[in-house]
């Protein structure tokens, strides 16, 4: 729900929709005769492959590119591989997407492969990395980063989003179970749970901390849930791992519940779909899916300059193509009507101060957008505390001039890391 103020001077207050007490099923998105993996390493045409195009897979098989490749996925269809080739973000990242073409006669009756599965993180990173829910299982895997305190978001991130939400009333339980399994793994030392207060669920979580987020935006950003709860203050360019936090969505905890149960992977993502009138659904598809097959189920179409948008109103950013594949940290897609969506515009700071008055972290957000213009990236974030933006959204959502100030800032970001790194190679 969004709330606008009448009062200039005063704060737009956001704040998070609450799910439906009694939430109906998801619509179940039949599987596709193609699903498309993204593979987060870029093809080495001068390496020899490990898979190529019509080779055969299993449900549940694992694909790398290469011999030494620490990134996999996991084909959630039994078929074959019908197209390798290069995939580039939004940033110009290079990776890898694979199609694989489902063999229907199979893909309904065939368990997925079982895992040799053993009671440590090792393990579980070796198969479970792309779950749904994405659980952060490389990091805490990893021998290069001290994670002491886990936290368990059952809170939505963006506005209109209630994924998480559904998954904590639905599979309370799952969530318990994945939390033990989760301690048992990793032997962290402290675990968080997080739940809008708003939730009305029962507790029971042994040791685990229980958190109440306020259902104002952005109270549910790592940034914001490490001030409030765990007296911790972010600090500039730190990511919440650096610190010793490691987050985790409930639906990665449910899947890895389930992972443990059946030493198998699973393959069902459930998203918040927001239909060009606002209208939320709520659907289960396979990771691979295209986006249009979860639209055309709810008749939802497409016109030239309409918009997909990966994510909510306030973070969620446009793809290009209706054909991009349903991730397994996808929660929500919302479409914008070429007629709402909101007007960007090169027009000059009217110096407001509206987006300073509303920055939670005090950012100097009408100077650092001239600093971003002019590709001054260190400048920015020396003197205008580019890298303290939690990314929360809400300068751009307030500006008066329209300025695309979030798209100037992530874009910032970007560009600094990629200074930095080259600073860094030719030393
Ligand atoms: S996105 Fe804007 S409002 Fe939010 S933290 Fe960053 S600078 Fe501040
Ligand atoms: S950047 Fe936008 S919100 Fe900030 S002072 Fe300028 S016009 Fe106002």
Redesign the pocket.
Known sequence: MIKRSFFTLTKPRLEYDLVEPDPKEPKQIPIPSNLTLLLNEPIDSTRQALIKKGDAVEKGEKLRLYNQSTEYTISPVTGTIDAIDAYSDDFGNTSTYLVIKNDQSQASQKEPITYDLKDDIASADEYFRTLPGAPPLKILASDDVKINTIVITCADMDLLSTTSQYITLKFLDDIKEGAKILKKITHVPKLCIIIPEGLNIQGGFDSIQVFKTSMEYPSNLPAMILKDHLSMILPAGKTPEDVGVSFISAEAVVSLANAYKTKSAGFEKILTVIGKQGTQYRVKATIGTPLHKILNAFSVHINEQDRIVIGGPMKGFATYTRHHPVQPDMDTVMIQDRDIIPELSDNP????????RICPVNVP??VL?RYLEADQYEEAADRYDLESCIECGL?AY??????P?YQYIRLGKHELFKLRALETAND
């Not at 700071?349 to 300073?356: E, Q, T």
Request: a positive charge; proline letters at 0%; aromatic letters at 0%.
């Open positions: 700071c009217v110096n407001c101060g509206k987006c300073i957000v009408n957008v300068c307030t500006c008066t001039a329209r300025i100030l």
